[in-house]
């Protein structure tokens, strides 16, 4: 007897989960009645079968009917027909009590066949009803991908969520698993497709972000990173320690009623909070600049008013723990000459300048004129006196503080916002293909600036670190990779011992090998905002191909590859100002590559003009006063969305 049991067990172990228990595992979706009786349908079968393949390896009567073992009522065909029909182990086990028990009991033969043939029958008829429930879920739960008409009729009528919701999670199993769950005859595009639009509908994503998104991950993650957005990050606090100690804030914030906790073993700074009796962004220990706070944007929207009012000093700013990292991978030091390019309303300057103990000296500069008051603000709140706040945009800083002139720079560059969708929900819809292309053209021209800036010889630093909130491909690895080609520069490791190393190949893109050097970050990953951080060694102040590489330079679009891909990565970029470039490529016949023929056969000497009449002072102050302009227009709320030159 105990052989077959082993055997019979161990079979068991290795048999490949169940459809059902595939699809509950996948979407992490609660067993209901109809799952169990499937399931314990589906061991029973299993392990009939598995029975009857012992039983003819070892000899046994196949086709014998548990039923009929029994009348024949010895102890023996019990017990064979204990093997032959216990599926389950709870099943064996019972049996196989009864059958120990009896054998030594004083119940009568009669009885005992009787109470067994009772047991026998129940445990039939739960078998029956399990094989009927069976029958209706194989006929009403199969999962078919509508046909045309019948998505025409779900048009007709209102959304019906919870449909679009359950074919979400049919697809995605079947994605999943795409060769043993597919439909005959559909292909994966049918699937993909589907889900595009199942999404795109349920969640509100414009069709344009949804698509990048779905090459971006598998599709059950894609789905943990979509529900991820849909929910708020946790609050967090940065100490700043150029007035406290977090275990000093920890207890003054718990003494008025904060609860709190360490953010995690990655800072030391950080504090996560997960419920307050007080307005976090009103305490004394807040306005005596103690601490920095992230908001949820609807509340930081009704702080904002109702402090706004009263005073522009105590203004609060987004402070998400994923902000921390690029200043702990620019890890600034001491005395040394520091730029935050992109810096209101001032989170990273602040933390800078606490790691430099206010020692040095930091620019911070930032474009847009109404922004600068909350930053000097937050400076001035925190007692930063190491910091002069500049209003340039960032392409002309080269040429304000020199080229090779400092020892570090951060560039947390204006980007999409497509990694705080949870705080910002207009990003889901209010993102095209060209506004991302827009929004890399302009990061490429701060980055190479942010490069240029930074002196390849200093002693202590020599390094660029680049930031955005963004998870597109577009403005994070191919940025770098860009970088990578223009100046003397190499990838290093953050110094962050978490995130996903960076994309090296997107699409049908290869980035140089070196991007896994850089780190993302996800909110469903991390319980932080989506982010992108790399950080670079400037290896010389030479810029290679100097002629064609001005630091502002016309910059190529980057390689997004949507429908339009050939014709943006030809267009000109008039409004950002940029001069020619001495590139030769023109393959296309679109308007824009046409402009750039008739630019190339300008001569050199009209080319040395136009760029001599680029660099004059005149002209960067026509564009600053240009830029003023349409600042009056801005609607970035507090820096995270995108913000393009109109
Ligand atoms: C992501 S936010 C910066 C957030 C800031 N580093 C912080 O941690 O508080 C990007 C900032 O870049 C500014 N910006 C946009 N275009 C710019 C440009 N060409 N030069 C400099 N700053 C620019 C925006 O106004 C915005 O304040």
């Known amino acids: 007897m105990g052989g077959p049991l082993l055997k019979k067990k161990g079979a068991k172990a290795q048999k490949p989960p169940s459809k059902k228990k595939l699809k509950n595992d996948l979407l992490g979706k609660k067993k209901s009645k109809r799952d169990d009786i499937l399931e314990a349908y589906a061991v029973k079968s299993q392990s009939d079968h598995e029975v009857h393949e012992d039983q003819s390896e070892s000899g046994g009567e196949d086709g014998r009917s548990d039923f009929e073992s029994d009348a024949s009522s010895s102890g023996d065909d019990l017990a064979d027909d204990f093997l032959q029909g216990g599926g389950d ?240 991978a620019l890890a600034p030091q001491e005395k040394e000459r520091v730029v935050d390019m992109a810096a209101a309303p001032g989170g990273k300057t602040t933390y800078i300048a606490a790691l430099m103990k206010n020692s040095g000296m930091i620019f911070a500069n930032e474009m847009k004129a109404q922004r600068l008051k909350s930053l000097t603000a937050n400076l001035h709140r925190m007692g930063v006196t190491n910091t ?20 570090r720079v951060l560039l947390d560059a204006p980007c999409s916002g497509t990694g705080v969708i949870s705080k910002d929900e207009s990003v889901k819809t209010s993102k095209s293909n060209d506004d991302i292309q827009n929004i890399a053209f302009l990061q490429k021209q701060l980055m190479l600036a942010a490069i240029d800036m930074v002196d390849a010889n200093s002693k202590s630093g020599g390094y660029i670190v680049y930031s955005t909130c963004s998870i597109m491909v577009p403005e994070n690895e191919v940025v770098i ?51 992108f951080v790399a950080k670079l060694k400037k290896m010389s102040n030479n810029i290679p191909n100097s002629a064609t590489s001005a630091p502002s330079e016309a910059v190529e679009e980057p390689s997004w590859g949507g429908e339009d891909d050939g014709k943006k990565m030809e267009e000109e970029k008039p409004h950002l100002d940029a001069p020619e470039k001495g590139s030769t490529n023109d393959k296309s016949v679109q308007n824009g590559q046409i402009k750039r023929k008739e630019r190339n056969s300008v001569s050199g000497e009209k080319r040395k003009r136009e760029k001599r009449k680029f660099l004059s002072k005149e002209k960067i102050s026509r564009n600053r006063e240009e830029k003023r302009g349409y600042e009056g227009k801005e609607n970035c709320k507090e820096g995270l969305k995108n913000e393009l030159p109109s």
């Open 89 to 328: 182990e709870e099943g064996i086990s019972a049996w196989d009590v009864d059958f120990d028990e009896t054998s030594d009991s004083d119940e009568s033969d009669i009885e005992k066949q009787a109470r067994v043939l009772d047991e026998r029958r129940s445990k039939e008829e739960e078998d029956a009803e399990a094989e009927m429930q069976l029958n209706i879920m194989n006929e009403s739960d199969e999962f078919r991908l509508p046909t045309e008409k019948e998505l025409a009729q779900e048009e007709q009528g209102p959304p019906d969520l919870p449909n679009t919701q359950r074919r979400i999670r049919e697809i995605v199993l079947v994605l999943s698993n795409f060769k043993s769950l597919k439909q005959e005859g559909a292909t994966r595009k049918n699937y993909v497709e589907q889900l595009k639009k199942d999404l795109a509908s349920y969640y509100g994503y414009n069709e344009f972000l949804i698509g990048v998104l779905v090459e971006m991950f598998p599709p059950v993650e894609l789905v943990e990173l979509i529900e991820a957005y849909e929910k708020p990050r946790p609050i967090c606090l940065r100490t700043n320690t150029l007035m406290t100690r977090r275990r000093d804030l920890a207890d003054v914030l718990i003494n008025r009623g904060v609860n709190l906790d360490p953010l995690s073993k990655w800072s030391k700074v950080g504090l996560v909070v997960y419920d307050s009796q007080v307005p976090i962004g009103a305490t004394p220990d807040y306005m005596a600049g103690h601490y920095m706070v992230k908001k949820q944007s609807f509340l930081l929207g009704d702080i904002y008013m109702a402090i706004n009012e009263y005073s522009y000093k105590i203004i609060l700013q987004l402070q998400s723990a994923s902000s921390f990292l690029p200043v702990m």
């Open 481 to 531: 990779d860009y970088a990578l080609k223009k100046r003397e520069v190499k990838l290093v490791p953050c110094g962050l011992d978490f995130g996903r190393p960076g994309f090296i190949r997107f699409r049908e893109h290869l980035f140089h090998p070196s991007l896994e050097k850089t780190r993302r970050f996800y909110p469903h990953v991390h319980n932080m905002d989506g982010f």
């Open 388 to 407: 002069i706040v500049c209003n340039y945009d960032g392409k002309e800083l080269p040429k304000v503080l020199g080229p090779n002139s400092v020892d």
